[in-house]
Nanobody, 125 residues
Framework: VQLQASGGGSVKVGGSLRLSCAAP????????MGWYRQAPGKQRELVAT???????NYGDFVKGRFTITRENAENTVYLQMNSLKPEDSAVYYC????????????????????WGQGTQVTVSS
């Protein structure tokens, strides 16, 4: 199972970016989808998550600037980032928790946590 993330890039302070992340259509289900980020020399931190029921959770630093949305039918999550600051510069990683799928070898469904490849966000003054 692989996640396809896109939408990173470089913007000026105060600008906006929209990240997207899609899980394969072949999966059975996915519980929580979201985004984490990691800046150089820092630990990975939560940006935002949303569960299958639409409940959202944001990192404290977001302060109303970011919005996470989800299209369950398409197994896709979006992160709209507004009012970007230089300190938002980081590699952003998509995450999907408890992804259900059937193995090619048969058997009962399996459940895994999956990380995307990371997309760079750079905010400059």
């Amino acid at each position: 199972v692989q996640l396809q993330a896109s939408g990173g890039g470089s913007v000026k302070v105060g600008g906006s970016l929209r990240l997207s992340c899609a899980a394969p259509g072949s999966i059975i289900s996915v519980n929580i989808m979201g985004w984490y980020r990691q800046a150089p020399g820092k630990q990975r931190e939560l940006v935002a998550t949303v569960n299958s029921g639409g409940k959202r959770n944001y990192g404290d630093f977001v302060k109303g600037r970011f919005t996470i949305t989800r299209e369950n039918a398409e197994n896709t999550v979006y992160l709209q980032m507004n009012s970007l600051k230089p300190e938002d510069s980081a590699v952003y990683y998509c995450n999907a928790d408890r992804v259900g799928y059937y193995s090619d070898f048969g058997g009962p469904p399996r459940y895994v946590e999956v990380w995307g490849q990371g997309t760079q966000v750079t905010v400059s003054s």
